[in-house]
């Protein structure tokens, strides 16, 4: 990657560390890769990608509903406002929320048949894009990434 990073922010000082070209390495390649998916989501099916990862979230747990703090658990890219969020899909008419039996102060959220058939709707797509991105890495290479990507994620730094 020596010089990829560089490149691509068309920085011409040396990077105060490894770890920090690295994460900005991570950081454009997770665009890259994502910003085709969210440009087809967008102009298909008028979706974020936030918006799309809840209806998938909702699709798994369905028929049953999902407290909105739970589902802000599953999410990938977290949207601290996911009330709004959600506003969005229930105009549409793609999610419906209602208050938990056991505790009022829940709000529970679920997919209708709407969102259930514009998510299926995009399921041959969303196999589709993984290939076409990242195919061209090859088997032995894609399982260096996947082992490279458990550690990072499974043991993550802190900060401050």
């Keep these: ?7 691509e922010l068309k920085q011409t000082k040396p990077f105060s560390s490894s770890e920090q070209e690295i994460l900005l390495g991570l950081l454009i390649a997770a665009a890259r890769v994502m910003e085709p998916w969210a440009r087809f989501l967008k102009t ?8 799309y990862n809840v209806l998938r979230i909702l699709r798994g747990s369905h028929p049953a509903k999902i407290a909105c703090s739970d589902m802000a658990e599953r999410m990938i ?8 969020l959600i506003d ?3 105009k549409r008419g793609l999610v419906k929320r209602t208050r938990s039996r056991q505790d009022r102060r829940v709000v529970e959220v679920g997919i209708t048949d709407k969102g259930l058939a514009l998510v299926r709707g995009l399921d041959a797509h969303a196999q589709r894009m993984p290939r076409a991105m990242l195919g061209h890495l090859g088997a032995d290479r894609l399982g260096q ?3 490279l990507l458990e550690a990072v994620i499974s043991d993550v730094g802190t900060f401050p």
């Design 88 to 90: 969005r899909l229930e």
């Design 1 to 7: 990657m020596t010089g990829t990073v560089a490149r």
């Design 44 to 51: 298909t099916v008028q979706l974020t990608n936030t918006q």
């Design 77 to 84: 890219d977290r949207d601290p406002d996911i009330t709004r």
């Design 145 to 147: 990434l996947r082992s």
